[in-house]
């Protein structure tokens, strides 16, 4: 069976995150965070890592990793975009940024790139609706984009 543990620099984080939160119920979520930082997904293994370390059991590992929307539960490509899929950014051209990347990546919502370099989410409101439309490239939020915009984003990212 695969094993999951934390690389030198994020046991580094994970004792530096129990400063902060040293109750294993509050440390939860950033213990998440740094295992998707490192395997850009949480496995199985890494949950059980998780709940072996926070002296919690696999299940309540599991139920607050499905639970929030931002945790991978099944991996990813090396760049994951979120294109925000309410009202303000489908108005403004979401669907549009969505269509290009079926064409010209070949992925739809929730798949990955066959290269496995892209991955494409379509997510709930992103908090940036005077941006619209926007989405997320790894995280980092980019607003009022174009189709364009999103072209030369891929052609540097390839």
Do not use: R
């Amino acid at each position: 069976m695969k094993t999951f543990v934390f690389t030198e620099e994020n046991e580094k984080k994970y004792q530096e995150q129990l400063k902060k939160y040293p109750n294993s119920d509050a440390m939860m979520l950033p213990c998440l965070w740094l295992v998707q930082e490192q395997e850009n997904w949480i496995s199985p293994e890494a949950m059980i890592f998780v709940a072996n370390k926070l002296k919690k059991t696999p299940i309540q590992v599991y139920e607050v990793a499905t639970f929030y929307t931002m945790f991978n539960l099944k991996p990813i490509g090396t760049y994951h975009i979120e294109v925000c899929k309410t009202l303000s950014c489908m108005l403004m051209g979401a669907n549009d940024l969505i269509k290009f990347m079926k064409d010209t990546v070949g992925i739809e919502p929730g798949q990955t790139s066959e290269d496995g370099k892209f991955h494409l989410s379509a997510v709930e409101c992103l908090g940036a609706c005077g941006g619209a439309p926007m989405f997320a490239f790894n995280g980092e939020y980019k607003e009022n984009q174009s189709v364009e915009s999103l072209k030369k984003l891929i052609e540097e990212s390839k």
